[in-house]
């Protein structure tokens, strides 16, 4: 459990955007919110010393956006050979194609420790049904190059869909023979992407055991932190979607709306502050103390049912391990 009233977060992880950018079109991605075309999508690219203030506090960071990809913020060496230096553990994951190789070798020697997790959603030929506009067999080659610099594992994700289902097997495979961490994700999040939806069903029976019952992921830290393309710091990227979407007056209820506050802004604030303000331990007072008023949004996707039926994974490691987390 966190323990949000003593400066809980120090030395901990925090998830981010550090970019509104992304040249993919995924469409199940929050971005379609947006007809980005012809609206600009929300937020700026995050500065070094914005960077350097988070990394005085936080110990480890993920570049795991909601919106932008981490490979679409042009400082990205520099930011990760500033993390290098100041000793931060880091992951980062992408799934966009679309720069030369050369920047993605700047990338990896800047910072060797790194985890880097590539998103390629079939075997690479096949990538571009769910991630449009990547190029698949690029970004296989550009996982090829980062396993002859990085000095930790390289992670293959795979989500299934219905176009992808009969490849599983050929794909691990595939990043069995170039040593890469093979992560398989189960999701039955598709919103209105219903044509995605493979045909083996792995939630079917299993929801059936289940009783919902609202446990906050924040208390145990099964989410972080996280700060979005707005500078906003909030308690996790859930709660993204209600701050920024066009749509968002419908889902800010209640408890919800503190967290908006421009002090909780990393433009007007310091992160050590922020994560330690009065707003913010008002909110997980509420969580811990009386969680029957938590805001609704919190209680739906923070529920029992929620967190063990969106997503199951499983990991193959080139030496053959094969582990499952607890989805739960």
Known sequence: MIDYLNDGYRGKVISFDITNRCTNQCPACMRQHWDYKTSHIPGKDMTLEEFDDITNYFGAVDFNGSVGDPVSHPKLPEILELAHKKNIEVNISTAVSSKPIEFYRRCFNANPKARWIFGIDGTPEVSFVHRINQDGEYLFEVMKEATKIMQEEIIWQYIVFSYNEDRIEKAKQMAKEIGVVFKLNHTKRFGKQE???????????????????????????????????????????????????????????????????????????????IV??????????????????????????????????????????PDGTISTPDNS
């Open 195 to 273: 044509w995605l939806k493979p045909n083996n069903d792995v939630y079917a029976e299993k929801q059936k055991e289940y009783e919902t019952k609202f446990q906050p992921k924040c208390l145990n830290r099964q989410r972080d932190p996280f700060v979005n393309t707005q500078k906003q710091v909030l308690p996790c990227c859930w709660l993204e979607s209600p701050y920024t979407t066009p749509d968002e007056e419908e889902f800010m209820e209640g408890h919800l709306k503190p967290l908006t506050d421009k002090s909780l802004n990393l433009k007007n604030n310091k992160i050590k502050n």
């Open 276 to 317: 330690n303000s009065k707003i913010w331990k008002n909110f997980f007072d509420i969580l811990t103390k009386t969680p029957d008023e938590a805001p609704n949004y919190c209680k739906e996707r923070c529920s029992t049912s929620m967190r063990s039926f969106s997503r199951t994974t499983t990991y193959y490691k």
